[in-house]
């Protein structure tokens, strides 16, 4: 399956190397939260070591697709180094895991409680020799 | 804590300078007047002052012992805390327990800020969590959190506004606010978006500050007019971390501050005639009614409506302005909380006043890291 890159306009979320992600097969890029194998708490970004129990042994769990949105809003004076204005959001997966991230825009129709997509997208690199980057975001369920 | 042993600790003496911006004056020369202001109206000699705690989160090394240059005070242990919005009010704490176990008899704890170092706007925060690096500001969450609550109880942004216009009404009355007039919901919806739904006059503002606190045994020989304030109750909470779901219309670190506190001194919310809370932005102040057991879940901006922590109501929230009157400078804010909450129970508190004042309550928290409420929350009562 072929990935979109850059397909999202360039500053929604943050530049983050390739340990944020993983590759979930045909579904395509994932977040890379972890699963506990002893006390089974979920934790996004993925943990070595539990923070909760401290077990090491810690199970890959992508994260992928819909989420609720928690609630949002939008930053109208923000830090210089992001364009304003921008919407950010918490959304709870079905797993459990809450995360943090951008709105696709700051102009769609966003609802607490309604489902958003995750996106996770690769970005080439600035200059030749420098590794792939990837930034995630929520869009519209219907986008 | 343990009470066994532990010797009732009394607030002696208060300083506080006005909040505002000073662009030109050092660290050590903002809190020297809060200083020498609290030592005077303690009637402690300086040579009696056997430690002294700072409260600082953005103000550099060692700004106790750069203090401490200043006001005669070098050569004493000096311990600087920091702990983000809590700063002052823990540094406050661990005195106490100094006091209190009788390790130390007299302390001076200063909290201080100079937030136009930074040069306006938003507090920094750490750039290695993951929700900073995705954008995430302190007004962006408490926007969150208003967004939510509004959403569940059916509340407008003219009932946040509301807040604001309570703040500077009581503002307008304290000589050391940094807002000094009074404010209508109309004014504070219009002005300048910062976070939906949050408009600039619901955001506190920055700026610098000091304010100073010198306590003692309580049963310690007076060398003041003034009446001796105790302190009834202290408690410090940490935040829990959560990977998960979290109500973001529940300030969990403050309800399991505030209901350790109240366990262990039989204090009950009813009883509060005064209260200096962390209004850092206008939900924040209703959340910390509900928190507080001040009134139940969802029912914040009826108290507020009410008139019942307004002055003349039976629970004052807030009589100095709070935040939003005062400006946060963030290490300051937790001792010049407690110097209005001691100066009310003394009757001084002037055009402020809260008839007949008995017992008070100062509440502050803070600290924006991914996966927490809170970083820190540190509340303390006093009585007379």
């Known amino acids: ?37 002893h006390c089974g708490k979920p934790v996004f970004p993925a943990a070595t070591i539990c923070p909760f129990c401290l077990s090491t042994d810690n199970h890959p769990l992508p994260l992928r697709g819909s989420a609720t949105l928690y609630s949002f809003t939008t930053v ?17 997966f079905p797993n459990g895991v809450r995360v943090f991230a951008k709105l696709a825009n700051s102009t769609g129709g966003w609802r ?6 995750l996106a996770v997208r690769e970005v080439a690199p600035a200059k030749p020799g420098d590794a792939v980057s990837y930034r995630y975001f929520f869009e519209e369920a219907g986008a | 804590m343990s009470r066994t042993n532990f010797r009732q600790v009394a607030v002696l003496g208060t300083g506080i300078i006005p909040f505002g911006k000073y662009k030109d004056v050092s660290v050590p020369h903002l809190a020297r007047p809060a200083v020498i202001d609290a030592l005077n109206e303690a009637g402690v000699a300086r040579a009696d002052i056997d430690t002294l705690y700072c409260g600082a989160a953005i ?4 700004a106790g012992q750069r203090i401490a240059r200043e006001t005669g005070l070098t050569g004493i242990p000096i311990i600087n805390v920091e702990n983000a919005c809590s700063s002052s009010a823990t540094a406050f704490r661990e005195a106490y327990i100094a006091v209190g176990s009788g390790l130390v008899d007299y302390a001076l704890v200063v909290g201080v800020e100079k937030l136009t170092r930074l040069g306006g706007g938003m507090l920094p925060l750490d750039r290695e969590d993951i929700e900073t690096a995705n954008g995430m500001v302190m007004p962006a969450l408490y926007a969150m959190r208003a967004k939510r609550y509004l959403h569940e109880h059916g509340y407008t942004s003219r009932d946040l506004a509301a807040v604001s216009v309570k703040s500077r009404k009581h503002g307008a009355l304290t000589p050391y606010a940094q807002f000094r007039t009074e404010t209508t919901i109309d004014e504070v919806l219009a002005s300048r978006a910062i976070c939906d739904p949050l408009t600039l006059l619901q955001c506190c503002p920055t700026g610098d500050g000091a304010a100073a606190l010198v306590i003692g045994p309580a049963d310690a020989p007076s060398r003041s007019a003034l009446p001796r304030i105790n ?7 940490s935040g829990r971390f959560e990977a998960g779901y979290r109500d973001m219309t529940v300030p969990e670190i403050t309800m399991r501050c505030v209901s350790e506190l109240y366990e262990e001194t039989g204090v009950d919310p009813k009883d509060l005639d005064v209260l200096e809370c962390h209004d850092a932005f206008t939900i924040a102040e209703l959340l910390y009614y509900e928190a507080l057991g001040l009134c139940e ?9 009410e008139g019942t922590s307004s002055l003349g109501g039976r629970h004052v929230v807030n009589p100095s302005g709070g935040l939003l009157s005062k400006g946060h400078p963030v290490g300051a804010s937790g001792a010049a909380q407690i110097v209005e909450i001691v100066r009310q129970l003394q ?4 055009r402020r006043q809260v008839d007949g004042a008995k017992l008070g309550l100062t509440h502050v928290t803070g600290g924006g890291t991914a996966g ?10 006093f009585g007379r």
Do not use: Q
């Open chain 1, 112 to 117: 607490i409680d309604a489902p958003v997509r």
């Open chain 2, 231 to 237: 302190v009834v109750g202290s408690h410090l909470a």
């Open chain 1, 1 to 37: 399956m072929e990935k979109a890159i850059n397909a999202a306009p360039p500053d929604v979320g943050a530049l983050l190397p390739a340990s944020y992600v993983c590759d979930d097969g045909d579904a395509g890029l994932a977040l890379a939260a972890s699963r506990c194998a």
């Open chain 2, 372 to 381: 927490f409420d809170h970083g820190a929350c540190c509340i303390h009562l």
């Open chain 2, 59 to 62: 103000s550099g090394w060692m």
């Open chain 2, 297 to 305: 879940r969802g029912e914040a901006p009826r108290l507020l409506h």
């Open chain 2, 347 to 350: 009757g001084r508190a002037e």
């Open chain 1, 76 to 92: 109208h004076t923000g830090p210089s180094t992001w364009e304003t204005p921008y919407s950010i959001g918490y959304a709870d």
